[in-house]
């Protein structure tokens, strides 16, 4: 194949060429002849390639733009809702049958309801409406089990501990899609080696640029109690946009205004200026090495337009009655849509920690990399990248690669070498490594 524009294979040294004998155990690739990688395979090995990228990290490049759709925005919700599901649903699959069973709840709909919002406190014309879908075992030995009951049931709870304002009760109505799984798919559930459902890949980066961050840690801290007790005006339907050009970076925030708490327009405005005030110095506090900083809140507002120009919401959130939400459309496994980064498209949340590897390679990879920029030294930034071939095991993928970015003067034969046993050391533990995923110990979004 072509090598990469901005990066190098791994140069293997000349007497492991020689023996045609990986210098790692492992598959590798080199540079063999013009335009052209060579593979050496092992037998019952992994196949990992490290590749020696020489272009720019996300953080040297002249342009950034960063993402966050936070707690309460909808596709959040409905990512948040379907994995609260599927980890329940595990649990109950557990203790029921000693096992997890099929599913994959990767397909939610948030259907926006209706509302009135007006200062003082709106109404609820008409309820949010979640369907979730897609796929679960439902019976177990002739034994019936309550798939739409345990999904409703952990939903419900996740609205009440994250949405302050919005009583699943009375503001939601839930609609079932849940199907039996295909006899296939269900069938690599009693196998003796669980393989993969699909032939897909996820891919994981590390560390994370300092806009990326940036835009990470605020929205947690505008969503975390103590700002809520600052603030309780402000709802949880947060979402930040960063853009970076060179040492500036713009901060657009969108966030809802809970109406309860606002007088008047004129307190609206006031009470936003307060919010932006507080969140321009929490942002200075931690002495960021932007040369200019700029804070946008609320940008469509307009105090010509009365209660129009506002954001104003009942419940804390647009889904009451303004935007709709699907799974799969926010951020990825790393809480941020990045754009320029490499990225799977692969909905995480909801998927089976089992067999879907839309999930798992997706949060291994993320953790893989993070340990290999942690472990290894003389480390820029690192991507990692796991394919699966369907019916394989997980544990064995098609290919794992990190793509890594090594500082100046850095001998790249080490830091690659250490890299590859970081690769064949998380693959080997992939058994407890999917014991935590079932249990929600990995974030989704």
């Known amino acids: 194949m072509n090598k990469p524009p901005g990066s190098a294979a791994f140069r293997v040294p000349a007497a492991s060429v020689a023996n045609e004998t990986p210098v790692f155990g492992i598959t590798i690739f080199r540079r063999s ?4 990688f060579r593979t050496i395979r092992r037998e019952n090995m992994q196949n990992i390639c490290i590749e020696k990228n020489e272009g720019p990290t996300a953080g040297e490049r002249q342009i950034e733009l960063v993402e966050r759709k936070g707690t309460g925005h909808p596709d959040t919700i409905c990512d948040s809702v379907m994995e609260a599901a599927c980890v329940s649903l595990c649990r109950q699959y557990l203790d029921k049958t000693g096992r997890i069973l099929h599913h994959n709840l990767d397909k939610g709909l948030l259907v926006a309801g209706r509302t009135a919002p007006k200062p003082g406190g709106g109404e609820t014309i008409e309820r949010m409406r979640i369907i979730t879908g897609d796929r679960a075992t439902m019976s177990w030995n002739g034994i019936p089990l309550p798939v739409d009951e345990i999904v409703e049931t952990a939903a419900k709870a996740w609205i009440r501990n994250h949405l302050r304002f919005v009583d699943p009760e009375r503001h939601v109505v839930f609609q079932h899609e849940i199907r039996s799984g295909s006899a296939e798919l269900s069938d690599l559930f009693s196998r003796a080696t669980i393989g993969a459902n699909d032939t897909s890949a996820g891919v994981g980066y590390a560390p994370l640029s300092e806009t990326e961050s940036t835009v990470l840690e605020t929205e947690r801290y505008l969503n975390s109690p103590g700002f809520k007790q600052l603030f309780p005006e402000t709802g949880e339907d947060i979402k930040i946009m960063g853009f970076r050009n ?8 969108a966030m809802a205004f809970v109406d309860r708490f606002i007088a008047d327009g004129a307190d609206y405005f006031k009470k936003k200026q307060a919010v932006a005030e507080h ?3 929490w942002l200075q506090s931690g002495k960021p090495s932007f040369d200019t900083l700029d804070l946008q809140i609320n940008a469509l507002d307009d105090p010509e337009r009365g209660e129009g120009g506002i954001y104003l919401t009942v419940l804390g959130t647009s889904a009451e009655g303004a935007d709709g939400g699907e799974v799969g459309r926010g951020n990825r496994v790393n809480g941020l849509i ?12 909801g998927k089976n920690p089992v067999s879907h590897v839309g999930k798992i390679y997706n949060c291994l990879a993320l953790k893989t990399a993070e340990r290999i920029y942690r472990e290894v030294p003389g480390i820029k930034e690192t991507v990692v990248f796991f394919c699966s071939r369907i019916g394989s095991p997980v544990d064995r993928p098609l290919v794992a690669s990190a793509r890594i970015t090594a500082e100046p003067g850095k001998a790249f034969g080490p830091i690659g070498r250490a890299a590859s046993a970081i690769i064949e050391s998380e693959l080997n533990g992939m058994a407890g490594f999917l014991d935590r995923l079932a249990l929600g110990c990995f974030p989704v979004c």
């Open 33 to 36: 002849d013009p335009g052209k």
């Open 246 to 253: 060179g040492g500036r970076l713009d901060l657009t925030v």
């Open 279 to 281: 969140l321009e110095a």
């Open 338 to 349: 990045a754009f320029g980064r490499p990225s799977s498209l692969e909905a995480a949340a």
